[in-house]
């Protein structure tokens, strides 16, 4: 049974960092393609990084893009997601996410449907 746990979330000030990790277990991490959503309040889950297999292929969108670093050490099992220069608008439940099918294409991992196995979120709030 695939298993994501995130972890790293909680306050930070506008202008500062946060690191989300995601431990997978269950399966063989380097199968599965990897992404990070979010969800604000009253809001849609939104897409915010996606990461390929092996790491070689990396997505934003364009509202992090430039602030925030997907990477992933598949010896570890673990996603990360490195957030610099945080926004109020950043404020959100975070979900890393993952699947065997997720294709390379924006169809595919810009879409939350894609993906198989899902963690249970950690909230990342943002202050002035």
């Known amino acids: 049974q695939v298993r994501l746990v995130e972890s790293g979330g909680g306050l930070a000030r506008a202008g500062g960092s946060l690191r989300l990790s995601c431990t997978f277990s269950?399966?063989?991490?380097?199968?599965?393609?990897m992404g990070w959503f979010r969800q604000a309040p009253g809001k849609e889950r939104e897409f915010v990084s996606y990461?390929?297999?092996?790491?070689?292929?990396?997505v934003y969108s364009d509202t992090v893009k430039g602030r925030f670093t997907v990477s992933r050490d598949n010896a570890k099992n673990t996603m990360y997601l490195q957030m610099n220069s945080l926004k109020l608008e950043d404020t959100a439940v975070y979900y890393c996410a993952g699947g065997v099918y997720v294709g390379a294409q924006p169809a595919s991992f810009r879409n939350h449907l894609t993906y198989d196995y899902w963690g249970q979120g950690t909230q990342v709030t943002v202050s002035s």
């Open positions: 990461i390929h297999m092996n790491g070689d292929y990396l």
């Open positions: 269950g399966d063989t991490f380097s199968s599965y393609a």
